[in-house]
């Protein structure tokens, strides 16, 4: 999966989990649970998202890796 392609499915995942969230004022840097406020649930279900819509699965060890709107792009880039 290209970067581009990557950061399509991030902001998809992102609408799904996170409606409220105006995704055209989030940055490449911003974190997923403090700057997006995503709760625990919230994370796991966009873990889910992603798994469910590109086949991409993120183990619990990789979310370290994948804290940022960035991170998360680079993973699927990586993975997908």
Request: hydrophobic letters at 40%; charged letters at 35%.
């Amino acid at each position: 999966m290209n970067e581009q392609d990557a950061r399509e499915a991030v902001r998809a995942a992102l609408r799904k989990v996170a409606p409220d969230v105006d995704l055209d004022d989030v940055d490449g840097g911003a974190r997923l649970r403090q700057d997006l406020e995503l709760d625990s649930l919230d994370f796991l279900r966009l873990v889910e998202v992603i798994d469910t819509d590109t086949g991409v699965d993120i183990p619990e060890r990789d979310y370290p890796a994948v804290a940022t709107v960035d991170g998360l792009v680079g993973y699927l880039g990586s993975h997908g």
